[in-house]
């Protein structure tokens, strides 16, 4: 199998947060046969791999990445009755439009998340209203000591809130059968413009990866605590936390991975400082986490 491997690529492309260093080895994968060799090439040369989905989740260190980042490039889906079965790097934009064209919906609140079906798996993401978690049929993985594919129901995944049996393994969501439900292609545009609009009066737009952490159950919500803590508009460098949404630590477009990383931690402490408590990062920090309850 002939794969392409690239040196030195910078990730600030890739990732949403528009920060980071380089990957020191870098390759898209556009199918499970090039996955396995580049993880074939990861373990020859003794380097960690990443895989890496739209990037919408993740913050590099301005330092990069030592190993291989593996971007994952399979974005075939197919419909079949009314369930959609997509590979794990299908933009989940793409499969809302693709499926709304086809009469079939149920999924319009994901129109919020950016990203990829496999990310979103990983994190079980969603909003509110509805996680990938609660309309997965089935998957199937890559595990990570085997190169045969082995699919899955969703009870493997033990979903929670942005938590699934596969976060921080290394297990590959190869694709994903998500279950739709019939609507008018109209009806199902007209939610996906409402989800977007009432998002867009909450959240500010700019390079950030959405919630920086997770929200702790016994308070309303991480943003409530950030700003109730002082933190509103706190800068370090080119990073803040935004004015409009207090969980959302921005790139201004100057910021470093450090600046995001020091404000983070900052507003971390304020927050423990105030409340007692540890807020838990939601972003994937890489190479290493500095927040001891995520690392
Ligand atoms: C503006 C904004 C708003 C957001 N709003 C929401 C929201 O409302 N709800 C929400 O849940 N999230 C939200 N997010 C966060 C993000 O969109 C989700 O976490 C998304 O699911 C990440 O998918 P991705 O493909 O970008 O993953 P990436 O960022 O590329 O990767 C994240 C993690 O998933 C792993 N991963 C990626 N693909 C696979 C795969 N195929 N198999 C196994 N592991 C994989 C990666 O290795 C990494 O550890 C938001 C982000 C932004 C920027």
Not at 38 to 58: C, D, H, I, T, W
Not at 201 to 220: A, H, I, R, V, W
């Amino acid at each position: 199998m002939e794969i392409q491997i690239q040196q030195n690529v910078s990730l600030k492309h890739f990732c949403t947060y528009r920060t980071g260093g380089p990957a020191r080895f870098f390759g898209e994968a556009r199918n499970a046969d090039e996955m396995i060799a580049f993880r074939k090439f990861a373990r020859e040369q003794k380097v960690p791999y990443l895989l890496l989905g739209g990037g919408s989740n993740v913050l590099f260190s301005d330092e990069g990445f030592p190993g291989l980042v593996i971007h994952n490039r399979m974005e075939k889906m197919q419909i079949v009755g009314d369930r959609v079965v997509a590979e794990g790097g299908v933009n989940l934009m793409r499969l809302i439009l693709t499926c709304s064209q086809n009469n079939l919906g149920g999924i319009s609140g994901l129109a919020n998340v950016p990203g990829t079906v496999g990310g979103a798996v990983y994190g079980n993401a969603g909003i509110p209203d509805i996680w990938i978690g609660n309309i997965l049929l089935q998957a199937v993985l890559l595990p990570e000591n085997s190169d045969t594919p082995i699919p899955v129901g969703p009870d493997y995944f033990d979903f929670g809130y942005r938590e699934s049996k596969i976060k921080g393994k290394k297990e590959i969501v190869l694709s994903a059968t998500l279950q739709l439900k019939p609507e008018p292609e109209a009806k199902i545009r007209a939610d996906v413009n409402q989800y977007i609009k009432t998002r867009a009066l909450k959240q500010p737009s700019g390079n950030s990866c959405g919630s920086f952490f997770k929200n702790p159950t016994e308070f309303p919500s991480a943003g409530w605590l950030i700003e109730q803590a002082g933190c509103k508009g706190m800068e370090v460098g080119g990073a803040q936390v935004s004015p409009k949404h207090a969980n959302f630590l921005m790139n201004n477009g100057t910021a470093t991975s450090k600046d995001v990383i020091e404000l983070a931690v900052q507003v971390y402490e304020k927050v423990k400082d105030k409340f007692n408590v540890e807020l838990e990062p939601e972003v994937q920090i890489y190479p290493k986490n500095p927040f001891k309850a995520n690392s």
